[in-house]
């Protein structure tokens, strides 16, 4: 049975303009995070969505070719439930991770970027790669942790005038 992200990963082929059998389509890409978005929030899995931009002041020969070598080096590194797609079509390379398990402070996983990252640098040429912006976005974002108030025994309030703690009568 396919699943209804390989559905959408084939509907977007036809729309990517450098062609790659890896890449989705940008609407197909941003209707897929919208879908992991949600599901994030419900389950609290965790989501990190990778964008990958060539420097706008690149000539578009130059952009055309590292975006291409970009993708194809995705499409060998990246794991089979990872997408990669057109966040901006022919600008901006998005991936998603999904299910991944944040760091305790929630970053991203080190080994994750290191693999990616260092994939690029020995596909890329230095050149390239200097022009390249990787940033990365965790979902679900960090929720302020829920402090309990202190509870006192019955026999026990707080002054409201004096913060001080009082015995009841």
Do not use: C
């Amino acid at each position: 049975m396919r699943s209804a992200f390989a559905t959408l990963r084939d509907s977007g082929r036809a729309m990517a303009e450098i062609p790659h059998r890896h890449t989705v389509g940008e609407e197909a890409f941003h209707r897929m995070i919208s879908i992991e978005l949600r599901r994030t929030e419900r389950s609290r899995k965790s989501l990190l969505l990778m964008l990958l931009e060539i420097d706008e002041h690149t000539n578009s020969t130059t952009q055309r070719l590292t975006l291409e070598h970009i993708l194809k080096t995705l499409a060998a590194t990246l794991r089979e439930t990872d997408v990669s797609g057109w966040y901006k079509q022919d600008q901006i390379v998005g991936v998603m991770f999904t299910e991944i398990v944040l760091e305790e402070d929630g970053s991203v996983p080190n080994t994750l970027m290191t693999r990616v990252n260092e994939a690029l640098k020995n596909r890329l040429t230095p050149q390239q790669f200097r022009q390249l912006a990787i940033s990365s976005h965790s979902f679900p974002e960090a929720q302020p942790i829920a402090v309990p108030e202190k509870s006192y025994p019955a026999a026990f309030r707080i002054s409201p005038a004096s913060g001080a703690a009082e015995t009841a009568v």
